[in-house]
């Protein structure tokens, strides 16, 4: 099927005609068939590569051609940002795309007059709670990745907000994204929604199984070209001879910086001088964003062309890695499995070192069908490798059989929804009565009987009650009669997004801070109670942390706001105190000790000390609101610290902190050459501050309090951002 048969306006074919695409792929033929481009729902689960966004942008495009408004929901923020920059390329059609992924307690109406809109389905929910205007213009959704509806963490959020946005529009057009399922006509069934399944591919993918010296495919066995007693490098080195990429996957941090580091190691003995030029330049870009050792650990591997991949790295050092990845000039990205979910980086040959993992309940399990077909998915850039090949590795020759069996022939499992919790029900419900979609008990059990566990379940009512239950006795919720509504706590603790037995945590807490009299401002109790609460993930406190954290609590045994367990209670204990450890780390980055000092004494990455911080800020931000509307008193000093967390400042930076293009780093050094404040720098020589600044950093700032005798250049913009370690 050819684009221009399509029933799509002409600028639209035109577009996709100039990018090269000009005949459908088959299941995009399928798609068009079962008429999503006249407005029908549709569930498209069919592998990675083949043309899902494609059929999600029609669909969109179509309906903004006929005045419509589009959301697109994905799982993860740094998708929301690959779709966005892809959407906004139809700027050109007249369309205009907007990206939400700010606080979770505004509205964004701003994007009112945008088409698209790009957001994650958290935000979309929050969205959903703070009333934005424009949600009842929606014509189409979006939901990429939607078998994520599996997913304990994000799934009922997910399935929560489609149920939502259908009830507010009945007739609204869903298409679904999704990799290939057990279970997608029930999905599908649930959706309303037209199926197309299929398990074609723009370039073929061969799985196998590597053991001894060959790779085992179903139908052939194929002997590697340079054997040696590591298979992963076996692999590589064979892959790297025939002009191809590998991805690594592994299962933990560590292996993955130690798989980049061996071959890094071996590919530094054969490169050209042209490879030694660009794997230089690469080591450039990342020793810009470089403060700890392990950015100096990716530094020396990207220097020989192979480089880690996961959750501990920083934004910045993520993105270097994909796009010279992409750019092949990166050879090998080792990773853990957090590279499969969604994002578009394909190689010739994947290989999937581990197929087991630890579980906290079960030790060490085998990966789901599943997610090893989504990484194995990765396998083959379409139209630049012949085939792609996704390789396991066996020790054995019954693992082999094993694996052959269970992975490489195995149909993926069925995907179950995991909204029969308290836990994750508890917002969901909050959130339905605060927001008036449900008046009474009857209209709550109405409302979740149109989600995709009780459409595949069944009842909910039972975990129901025990929530109401919940919220009433934490005053969130008042009854009257039949009528269910939200007290103004329950509405502020639905709109900030927070988990409600979060909020009735730090209820309890401010209430103890209320009886302590006013001021409170003993920094380490409030960050500890956010620490306390389930919607910040605490560290895990190591058997060498004991003594250390034991001290610590001491110390602070007046001051925290939370009950302390007695030590006679082993697990509660252990409990408070990995949240003590933690609140303890957050101390060290507002008080400005730096990266390196904090990522090397808490041994985890700094890209994990950037997503505490996020929700750190959040929860921070949270408590002052509670705060304020409890009239307890640390309104005040949970409003400075959410901005400290936000930029790991003392609170004598604040004031520089407001200018924009200082971070904590410049606030600091402008701060101990004297300039204290903007009023300060306002009046201050222009070459005194280039000489802490920099020139070019200088007169941008000072530009910014209204100089007139500076000229700012207009230089890169990263040179202006580099010093802020979180920018929001
Ligand atoms: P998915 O969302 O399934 O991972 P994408 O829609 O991102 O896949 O498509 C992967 C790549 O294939 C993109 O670069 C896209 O432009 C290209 N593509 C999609 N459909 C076609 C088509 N019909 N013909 C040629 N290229 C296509």
Not at 351 to 379: C, F, T, W
Not at 423 to 430: D, E, F, N, T, Y
Request: hydrophobic share 40%.
């Amino acid at each position: 099927m050819r684009i221009s048969e399509l029933d799509l306006p002409a600028p639209v074919k035109e577009f996709y005609e100039r990018s090269g695409i000009k005949e459908l792929y088959p299941p995009q033929a399928e798609a068009v068939k079962k008429g999503f481009l006249e407005g029908r729902s549709l569930l498209a689960a069919i592998p990675t590569a083949s043309g899902k966004t494609l059929l999600a942008e029609m669909a969109m495009l179509k309906s903004i051609s006929h005045g419509g408004k589009a959301l697109y929901i994905v799982p993860l923020k740094a998708l929301a940002s690959e779709k966005f920059e892809r959407f906004r390329q139809f700027e050109t059609l007249g369309v205009r795309t907007g990206i939400s992924t700010g606080d979770y307690d505004s509205r964004d109406e701003w994007l009112g007059d945008r088409d698209i809109i790009v957001a994650t389905s958290e935000k979309a929910d929050s969205l959903l709670r703070n009333g934005a205007p424009w949600l009842s213009s929606l014509t189409i959704v979006v939901a990429d990745e939607v078998h994520l509806i599996d997913s304990a963490n994000r799934g009922p959020t997910l399935e929560v907000t489609l149920a939502r946005l259908r009830r507010l529009n009945p007739s609204l057009q869903i298409i679904a994204l999704s990799a290939t399922i057990g279970n997608a006509k029930e999905l599908a069934g649930w959706m309303g929604a037209e199926l197309v399944v299929s398990d074609w591919r723009p370039t073929t993918l061969k799985e196998g199984v590597f053991f001894g010296r060959a790779i085992n495919f179903q139908d052939e066995k194929r002997v590697i070209s340079t054997p040696g007693p590591d298979e992963v490098l076996a692999l590589v080195s064979d892959t790297l001879a025939e002009g191809g990429q590998c991805i690594v996957f592994t299962n933990t941090r560590k292996s993955s910086e130690g798989i980049a580091q061996k071959v890094a190691k071996s590919l530094s003995k054969k490169l050209t001088e042209e490879e030694k030029a660009a794997f230089q330049d690469i080591k450039q870009q990342v020793l810009r964003h470089a403060e700890t050792d392990t950015c100096a650990r990716l530094a020396a591997c990207v220097e020989h062309g192979a480089a880690f991949h996961h959750a501990g790295l920083k934004n910045e050092h993520r993105r270097i890695v994909e796009d010279e990845f992409r750019r092949n000039r990166i050879k090998v990205i080792a990773c853990t499995p957090t590279l499969a979910a969604g994002l578009n980086l394909p190689a010739r040959r994947v290989i999937i070192k581990d197929y087991r993992r630890y579980d906290v309940n079960y030790g060490s399990v085998p990966i789901p069908v599943l997610e090893y077909k989504q990484m194995a998915g990765r396998a083959g850039r379409p139209g630049l490798d012949p085939y792609g090949e996704a390789v396991l590795i066996a020790k054995t020759h019954d693992e082999m059989g094993e694996l052959m069996d269970n992975y490489v022939l195995s149909e993926p499992e069925h995907i179950t929804s995991k909204l029969g919790t308290e836990p994750a029900l508890r917002s969901h419900v909050l959130s339905a009565i605060a927001t008036d979609l449900c008046r009474d008990e009857s209209d709550l059990y109405d409302f979740m009987d149109t989600t995709f566990y009780a459409y595949q379940r069944g009842d909910l009512s039972a975990v129901i009650k025990n929530v109401l239950d919940f919220l009433e006795a934490e005053r969130m919720v008042v009854r009257s009669g039949d009528r269910l509504n939200a007290s103004e706590l329950g509405r502020l603790v639905s709109r900030l997004y927070v988990d409600p037995l979060s909020a009735s945590i730090i209820v309890r807490a401010l209430e103890a801070a209320k009886k302590r009299g006013e001021p409170y401002q003993k920094e380490i109790a409030l960050l500890q109670l956010i620490c306390a609460t389930p919607d910040v993930r605490p560290l895990y406190l190591r058997r060498s942390d004991y003594g250390w954290v034991v001290k610590y609590t001491e110390d602070h045994i007046d001051d925290f706001l939370t009950e302390v367990p007695g030590a006679g209670d082993e697990t509660d204990f252990e409990a408070f105190l990995a949240t003590v450890k933690t609140a303890a780390l957050v101390d060290m980055w507002i008080n400005e000790r730096n990266e390196e000092e904090i990522t090397s004494f808490y041994s985890i990455g700094p890209g994990d000390v950037r997503s505490l911080m996020e929700s750190c800020v959040w929860l921070m931000h949270a408590t002052a609101e509670i705060s304020g509307l409890l009239r307890a008193p640390v309104t005040t000093e949970a409003r400075e610290l959410a901005v400290r967390i936000e930029h790991g400042i003392s609170r004598e930076l604040m004031d520089l902190i407001e200018l924009e293009g200082v971070g904590r780093v410049r606030a600091r050094k402008l701060y101990d050459a004297g300039f204290r404040d903007r009023e300060t720098l306002k009046k201050a020589d222009e070459a005194a501050v280039a000489a802490v600044l920099g020139e070019k950093v200088a007169a941008k700032v000072l530009a910014q309090l209204g100089r007139k005798d500076v000229a700012a250049t207009t230089g890169p913009d990263d040179t202006i951002g580099q010093s802020t370690l979180l920018l929001f």
